[in-house]
Every structure is written in structure tokens, then in C-alpha cells.
């Protein structure tokens, strides 16, 4: 038997405090700065692992380029709106996200993302530059001012950690600056439906082939219609109806040169319904009837004929437009030259104006 003695108790008291040092040390390394255990989710997972998160994470699943992001090795801060920021959204636009144009949309979100993984401590009282090229700032309390609608943007729960970055929720989807300043212009105008819709991209780029030309020449631009405070009546082809033509929208766009596109997209623009006894000047389905004429911003006349008998609903409720001149009522044999008819009565109304969706193209006379 070993004989007990001060000097190996000692020795053995040393062994054991070195065994217990080893310990702290290994499992220190498994947690972060805070103490909490280290993160084993990347962004992608940990936004999906939150409930709140359905929203963002369906236009993550539908980008894969985007997904990728989240999924990959580059460390991000992720501003992620949680399902409340979009119909908050919704409720300003009075429509989803989901109609707003593509372009629109890929831009958005990319405002939501930055390089580099930053706590909630560092952002306060700083900015960051976002993958949309524009920078998200942080107020000295810790709430974003570049939120668009909302110029005080809480981070609802801050910090939450992931393996490839920090993701922060947020009440409020963030607009770049360049892209609300735009949305607040067209708030409520046509331009809203035209301009920020994903229904009407080609009738949008269209618009701005147009306006090209108004401004070599010194004349109203398309634009200036669809967010101006003068009311119009617009007859609005959509993506659709383009598509009839060519599947391809940049040949579409160029079929026509800027001042062809100028004329045919005035040839859409009513200025006065002609009716004297209602209250307004936008033209009212009632006021479609068989004969009924109005004069468009080209000059030209557009010329209705509301008869589904004669001429049975095609692409839309059986209301049909010629543009051109070509059509004569008492003869049915003319009827092949309607130029569009009329699919969505009321589609959009605001406060200059309102919007008829239509099949068709309505060119003026050449």
C-alpha cells in the first residue's frame, strides 16, 4: 500500500486541477463571445426554423440564386421581415408583393442583405451597404430610417445567430430610397398599376421607349399621364396581349421606333368620357356602348361596340374596340377589324384616372 504523505496529495490535488482547467478551456470553445452555445444553423435554416418567417422564405425558395446565399459560406447581416412587414406592405400598395414588377421585387429584397455579419450593438448609429447598392442606416436608438413608408423601423429580436452570418427581424420591408422615392410618385396614380405592376412590364418598358422621344421633342411624356393629376381613362394591354404578338418582349419593343410607340400609346389615353351629365370624365361601363366614341391624346377616335349577339365574348366581356377607322357598324363583315376588346372593366382606379385591361393594341390610323 502507498504510504500517504503531504507531498502526493499535492501532487495528485495539481493533476486534477489541470483535468479541470482542460475541461472550462474545451468547452469555451464551443460557445461564442456571449457565452451561447455556438450557432449550427446557416441563414437559409434559421430563418426557416422561425414561424413568423413564412413570407420572405417562399421568395427565397422561389430565387435560387438568392437561397444560395443563404445557404452558402460568405458571412451576411439579413434584415428579415417577418410575415406582419408584408401585409403592412399590402396594405400601403393595396395589392401583395406579389404583383409588383420582377425587377422591382429582386431589388427589394437584395436591400435586405449585406456583407459581413453585424451584431445589433455594431449597426446602431452606423450603415451598411446593401447587395442592392444602397445602404441600410441605423438610428442611434437601434431602428432603421431607410425603411420607405416607415422612417422607424424596429428590430422586433435582434442577434440571432447563424453559422454564416447574423439575421435581425424586422416589422417593416425595406425599400431602397431610389426605388420609394419612385413608388411614392405613383401612390394611388395609374402609374401604380402600370408602372409598378408585374402584369404590364412590356406596356411599362413600352412607356419608356415613348417618353425618349417626348423629351428629344419637347412633348408631354407617356409618364407624365400616368402619374400627372389630370384624369384619363387608360386602356392598358397587358404582358398577355404582347405576348400574342412575340413570346419575346424585346422584339416586341423593337417593332416600333420611339416615336411610333409614342403615337400608339397616346391612341390608349382618354381625356374626356364626353359625358356631360355624369360627374367625372373617365369613361364608365356604361358609357361603352354600341357607336360610342372617344377621342384619344393621338388625336384619333376609338370607336365601341358592345353586342355580344353579333360578336360573342372572346378574350374578355364581349366589348370591342376599333382603333383606326376601319371597322363600319352596319357591316358585319368589318367586324375582323376590331383592334382589342375590352377583358378587365375597372381594374384599377385612382386618383387620376382608371384602367380598363384590354386584349389588343390599339395603333391610331397610319
Avoid at 102 to 111: A, D, E, G, K
Avoid at 113 to 121: L, S
Avoid at 344 to 349: R, V
Amino acid at each position: 500500500m502507498e504510504k500517504f504523505n503531504l507531498t502526493t496529495l499535492m501532487k495528485r490535488l495539481t493533476a486534477l486541477a489541470m483535468v479541470a482547467v482542460m475541461f472550462v478551456v474545451t468547452g469555451c470553445g464551443d460557445d461564442d463571445d456571449g457565452g451561447e452555445p455556438a450557432p449550427t444553423l446557416n441563414l437559409y435554416e434559421t430563418m426557416s426554423a422561425e414561424s413568423d418567417l413564412t413570407q420572405i422564405k417562399a421568395y427565397v425558395d422561389a430565387d435560387a440564386d438568392l437561397k444560395a446565399m443563404l445557404e452558402g459560406s460568405t458571412e451576411y447581416t439579413f434584415f428579415a421581415p417577418n410575415d406582419a412587414a408584408f401585409a403592412k406592405l399590402e396594405t400601403l400598395l393595396g395589392t401583395g408583393l406579389e404583383t409588383v414588377a420582377p425587377q422591382i421585387v429582386s431589388q427589394v429584397l437584395m436591400f435586405h442583405f449585406a456583407q459581413g455579419a453585424k451584431t445589433q450593438a455594431e449597426l446602431t448609429g452606423s450603415s451598411v451597404v446593401t447587395e442592392q447598392g444602397e445602404s441600410v442606416v441605423v438610428d442611434a436608438n437601434g431602428n432603421i430610417t431607410t425603411g420607405g413608408s416607415d422612417d422607424e423601423v424596429l428590430i422586433t429580436k435582434g442577434d440571432i445567430r447563424a453559422t454564416n452570418g447574423i439575421m435581425h427581424k424586422v416589422e417593416t420591408i425595406l425599400i431602397p430610397p431610389t426605388i420609394y422615392a419612385s413608388i411614392g410618385v405613383n401612390l394611388g396614380k395609374l402609374s401604380q398599376a402600370v408602372l409598378l405592376s408585374a402584369n404590364f412590364t412590356t406596356l411599362a418598358s413600352a412607356v419608356a421607349k415613348a417618353d425618349t422621344y417626348a423629351a428629344d421633342n419637347s412633348l408631354p411624356t407617356i409618364t407624365s399621364y400616368l402619374t400627372g393629376d389630370t384624369e384619363y381613362t387608360l386602356f392598358a394591354p397587358t404582358n398577355q396581349t404582347f405576348e400574342a404578338i412575340n413570346s419575346d418582349p424585346a422584339v416586341v419593343l423593337a417593332a416600333y421606333t420611339a416615336q411610333q410607340w409614342y403615337g400608339i400609346l397616346s391612341n390608349h389615353f382618354v381625356a374626356d368620357d364626353g359625358n356631360g351629365a355624369d360627374d367625372n370624365v373617365t369613361v364608365d361601363e356604361a358609357e361603352l356602348t354600341t357607336g360610342a366614341t372617344f377621342t384619344t391624346k393621338a388625336g384619333a377616335t376609338l370607336q365601341i361596340f358592345n353586342n355580344t349577339a353579333a360578336i360573342p365574348a372572346d378574350n374578355g366581356v364581349g366589348i370591342y374596340i376599333d382603333s383606326n377607322g376601319d371597322v363600319d357598324l352596319g357591316d358585319s363583315g368589318t367586324y375582323t377589324n376590331f383592334d382589342a376588346e375590352v377583358a378587365l372593366l375597372d381594374a384599377f382606379e385612382g386618383a387620376n384616372g382608371k384602367l380598363h385591361v384590354i386584349a389588343g393594341v390599339l395603333a391610331p390610323p397610319m
